[in-house]
């Protein structure tokens, strides 16, 4: 294994706006998570307090059951009366999504489970998201793939970032081979590539397009991935009730279906429509009202803050306390409230769970190198009779030229293991398979894989 050093770079992709058709309709939403002191509980409608403040954290219900955090920072699900129906047990915890919800046991794997709390799937991955059209996305070292609800992967490829299923397809990403240069594109719920990576951008399928970009312009496509019309704006969102936001330098306006400009951008900060016709908009002087799709103000920007609508409430702020207001503008809760989670409604499409767990105690073995597997695949026998032992944060290296030592340390969420030796030269690799009868290590620089097995277990020499 030759030297290398490492610079890990956690790829972060920022959406514009994000939303989830295939999420809880925000116009059934019966109850919203409020913040009261340092304690969070729910409000409904009206703005009356059914479940009262009680929680260290509170977030929105999905398919009748909510995520809450103990003061033990344990998570667990209450229904709409705020009983528990699955205990605060989980270091984390995802909302459920056709069934299911994703949950991390203290020091357990990822799993799966349903409103029983019964364990449907078991994965050993780093993060995981919820399933939608079927498919729920989750990494395995750095590579995302999607899976069905049986656990099993979908499709043969696996891709550096996707963004979850909407009608039945998901934008997918792979980094150029410069390092820092993307390509998007398409796949279908087989996980077959429908619509090529080759886009410098490109969000999900909303109302039947996708904004994407290329290195020159920006436009939206169909499900063939064929252009339907240009973007003259620096920047685009999704379509929701028939209209998208669009934003020039720091202005925001609206799009409608056929790409034609129904708002000029104008407001400095604006959200998205609601099958009530309205939306929220921030002004010039920093205040937020409503407007409808002629930009006319339905109701006047009054206000510090305030939400998209749920049907016919929206969240309101004034002097950083929340309250309701109803389409009409009548203050239905006068602002009392230290926080609000509603907004998750929208935004936990890419809410994803993540876990550290990895048994690394089964690394701390004598190892014995039994091949090296080169990047284009050729497979070379050990000639050196090399063996390692890992114990306690220290390695210890013997072949047929004598010994060595070292300290390594693994990065638990990336499955990286970085070894430096005496000398401070240190190597990394992503450990790519780790049981008790097979340790494969990933050079991270070289690309090559080192194949080892347990000295002493059966078809190993000793």
Request: charged letters at 25%; hydrophobic letters at 35%; aromatic letters at 14%.
């Amino acid at each position: 294994m030759k030297k290398t050093t490492l610079l890990l770079a956690v790829i972060v992709a920022v959406c514009f706006m994000s939303c989830n058709n295939g999420e809880e309709n925000s116009e059934n939403i019966k109850l919203f998570p409020v913040k009261s002191g340092e304690k969070w509980g729910y409000i409904d409608r009206s703005g009356k307090e059914v479940i009262a403040p009680q929680f260290a954290k509170a977030e929105c219900f999905h398919e009748g059951l909510a995520v809450v955090t103990d003061d033990s920072g344990k998570s667990g699900f209450i229904d709409e009366s705020g009983n528990y129906k699955i205990k605060p047990q989980y270091k984390s915890a995802g909302y459920f999504s056709e069934g299911m919800a994703c949950v991390v046991p203290v020091d357990g794997k990822p799993e799966y489970i349903n409103k029983s709390n019964d364990v449907k799937i078991t994965i050993d991955c780093n993060e995981a998201g919820a399933f939608v059209d079927g498919r729920a996305p989750v990494m395995f070292n750095k590579k995302w793939v999607f899976i069905d609800k049986s656990g099993n992967m979908v499709g043969k490829d696996s891709f550096d970032y996707v963004f979850p299923f909407n009608e039945g397809m998901a934008a997918v990403m792979n980094i150029g081979a410069d390092g820092r240069s993307q390509q998007w594109g398409y796949v279908d719920k087989t996980g077959a590539v429908v619509v090529q990576l080759k886009y410098a951008f490109a969000r999900g399928f909303y109302e039947h397009k996708a904004y994407v970009s290329d290195s020159s312009h920006s436009f939206f496509i169909n499900e063939k991935g064929e252009k339907q019309f240009d973007i003259p704006y620096d920047e685009s969102g999704f379509f929701k009730n028939g209209a998208c936001i669009v934003k020039k330098g720091t202005d925001f306006g609206f799009i409608d279906g056929s790409g034609k400009t129904i708002i000029t951008p104008l407001y400095k900060d604006a959200g998205f429509f609601a099958a009530n016709g309205l939306t929220n908009v921030k002004d010039s002087s920093g205040k937020w009202g409503f407007i409808d799709k002629t930009g006319k103000y339905v109701i006047q920007p009054a206000y510090d803050g305030a939400t998209s609508f749920y049907g016919n409430v929206a969240f309101i702020v004034k002097d950083d306390k929340f309250g309701l207001v109803d389409d009409k503008g009548n203050i239905v809760l006068a602002p009392k409230y230290d926080d609000e989670n509603a907004v998750g409604i929208h935004a936990y499409t890419h809410r994803l769970v993540e876990t550290d767990y990895f048994e690394t105690k089964l690394l701390e073995r004598n190892w014995k190198l039994m091949k090296v597997v080169g990047a284009d695949g050729t497979e070379s026998p050990d000639s050196l009779h090399v063996q390692y032992r890992f114990n306690s944060n220290n390695f210890f290296i013997a072949n047929d030229n004598g010994t060595g030592y070292g300290t390594y340390d693994i990065n638990k969420a990336y499955r990286i293991i970085s070894m430096s030796d005496t000398s401070q030269q240190t190597e990394s690799f992503v450990i790519e398979k780790l049981t008790p009868k097979e340790l494969v290590l990933h050079d991270i620089e070289s690309q090559d894989k080192y194949v080892f097995q347990p000295v002493g277990e059966a078809g190993n020499s000793n």
